[in-house]
DNA sequence: GCCAAATTGTAGCCTTGGCTCTATCTTCTG
DNA sequence: CAGAAGATAGAGCCAAGGCTACAATTTGGC
């Protein structure tokens, strides 16, 4: 037995943090490309893998490939070259995506963020934000 | 040509959001590991591939690669069977998240986030602060 | 000083999310 | 209504970051 220190409930607890980020990350794709679905149906009556790969700045397969693990989780629906929709869970999905990235970029305008850093770094901080966290940002917003 | 919306720059803009969030994600192993190893050497003098695994929650190889990044990087050293240390970049990099890291759990404090899940999310949030975020949750936190 | 246990290293596999390249299908235009 | 242009699909590659299994090295206790 080498090192003393370090309560194992600590580290444990530490460990749990890094793991829970871990996770969250995946979820990080599921959400963007929801919501970007979301928004393009919204604008355009339908979200075409082109659109969608343009705007999140990947190439066409790797859109592709996303829109694939959607289907798979259940929340989108395609038929070949025809374009992508949201299923119910990814409509509430988006929803809930979209309610929470304008609550942190309302956050950080209101601690001061210049608008265009707001917007870029919600964009990455929005998918780390738990629901406890949430609350709390929307009654700091409601004053 | 199809579908005429979407201006071009906002389009742009907004693939540059997403882009920047997947880069910033390559930092996070970074940031986190050299964190980590700077607690470990402050603690025991030393960081070991076992407690950086076990505090991480990760096995020891995927410590041992990490660890393999951050010396590519020039951002730690070590020999093979003993501790691993940061260099100058290292305990410049660890100082600068421990910094932030404090600085981001504050800010959530103060908005009234539960201190467990001020941690928790601070772990994943604060990889997408940016400069200028950082500085004005500084300014918010000196009131 | 030796042997067992702990630690570290290494090889090899998996998944994810990028990419390029090529083939196929749709759509638009002349 | 045929061909070209554009959109979608699909195969196959890569790197990152997990993992397990196994080999080698250090270390601690007797």
């Known amino acids: 037995m080498p090192h003393p220190p ?6 444990a607890a530490q460990a749990d943090r890094f793991s829970h980020a871990r996770t969250a990350q995946s979820m990080t ?6 919501e970007m679905i979301d928004d393009l149906v919204r604008a355009h009556g339908e979200a ?8 999140m700045g990947v190439t066409h397969p790797t859109a592709t490939k996303a ?15 025809r374009g992508v929709f949201l299923t119910e869970a990814g409509n509430a999905m988006a929803a ?5 990235h304008r609550i942190v970029v309302d956050v950080l305008l209101a ?4 608008a265009d ?4 770094d919600a964009e990455g901080m929005e998918h780390h ?8 940002f929307e009654a700091y917003l409601r004053r």
């Open 6 to 11: 370090l309560p194992d409930s600590d580290a």
């Open 29 to 34: 794709l599921l959400e963007d490309y929801t």
């Open 48 to 55: 075409r893998i082109t659109d969608i790969a343009h705007l």
């Open 67 to 81: 829109v694939a693990r959607l289907k798979r989780e259940g929340l989108a629906v395609s038929r070949p070259y």
């Open 96 to 100: 809930r995506v979209r309610a929470r």
């Open 111 to 114: 601690l001061g963020v210049p």
């Open 117 to 120: 850093a707001a917007e870029i």
């Open 129 to 136: 934000v738990s629901a406890a966290t949430l609350a709390a």
